[in-house]
């Protein structure tokens, strides 16, 4: 979704209010792209892309989509200033 989302030029707030998609819900697929979604999100988010919802689907092994989440870990956890930590850990 953030690949296609980024070729049509379209930002997380366009998108979220484009697809009428609560834009924590956009935040929170952007950073894990293996959470569950139900089928009337992905749909919704589709067609305010403009493309078939097959086209946000990835068939990826179990082994490599756990792979991917420890990265995907792994960078949330790292600060983005030194001697800060990200505004998504900060209390």
Request: charge should be positive.
């Amino acid at each position: 979704m953030k690949e296609v989302a980024r070729e049509k030029g379209m930002s997380m707030n366009q998108l979220s209010h484009r697809a009428e998609v609560s834009y924590n819900i956009i935040k929170a697929i952007y950073r894990n792209p293996y959470r569950p979604t139900n089928t009337a999100t992905v749909n919704r988010i589709a067609r305010a892309l403009g493309v078939p919802t097959t086209a946000l689907m990835e068939d990826v092994s179990e082994e490599e989509m756990v792979r991917e989440q420890r990265i995907l870990a792994a960078e949330l956890a790292l600060p983005r200033r030194p001697g800060r930590r990200p505004r998504h850990l900060m209390p």
